[in-house]
Each structure stands twice: as C-alpha cells, then as structure tokens.
C-alpha cells in the first residue's frame, strides 16, 4: 500500500553532480524517518545518508562533505544532492522510508560515475 519511487539517477563524469529524488505515496499518514542507501555489486547495502522528520541528518563518512539529504514533509519526498561525484559512489542507490513501525524500500535507482 505504499511505495516508495526514485528518480535522478544517471551518468556523470567525476566531479559532478547528480540529485535524487524519493516519493512515497499510497496511504501514509505520517512518514517518520527516511534515507539513502546504495549497493554497488557484490557488496553489502550500505546506508549513505538518513533524516527524521524534523531534519536531523546523518551521513556516512565517506560522503560527509559532497551529499547532502534533505526533505520535504508536505510531499512526502526525501532527496540526496549529490556533488563531488567519485567512481567509487557507483551503485544502486536505494531510498527508504520508516513509515507506521515498518521499512520501506524504493526499487534503486542506478548512479554512475566515470573517471
């Protein structure tokens, strides 16, 4: 009943930028805290960046200072500025949202960075 859908994905050259988007829609009455993951082949899904609703943000270490989360209550929508852009941030990139006691998972989108 409730999903969750990315957007923003695509190819950038090192150095640039991207900006992702993360809708959740169906029958929410309250989205609580939501986030960024992303998995790159063969490796564990790791998370990248998560906000609560009055916008306390978090970010692993390896994007402090390059990503920025943020999001907009009304719409239901979180989003990822993604600048500085590296090889290594190529992956899936997975938004999730904490919604009535339960994870939610959007389907990834694909962020790839070239040299």
């Known amino acids: 009943q409730v999903q969750l859908m990315e957007s923003g994905g695509g190819l950038v050259q090192a150095g640039g930028s991207l900006s992702l988007s993360c809708a959740a829609s169906?029958?929410?009455?309250?989205?609580?805290?939501m986030g960024w993951y992303r998995q790159a082949p063969g490796k564990q899904r790791e998370l990248v960046a998560a906000?609560?609703?009055?916008?306390?943000?978090t970010y692993t270490d390896s994007v402090k200072g390059r990503f920025t989360i943020s999001r907009d209550n009304a719409k239901n929508t979180v989003y990822l500025q993604m600048d500085s852009l590296k090889p290594e941030d190529t992956a899936v990139y997975y938004c999730?949202?904490?919604?009535?006691?339960?994870?939610?998972w959007g389907q990834g989108t694909q962020v790839t960075v070239s040299s």
């Open positions: 906000i609560t609703r009055s916008g306390t943000a």
């Open positions: 169906g029958s929410i009455f309250s989205v609580n805290a």
């Open positions: 999730n949202a904490y919604i009535f006691t339960k994870n939610y």
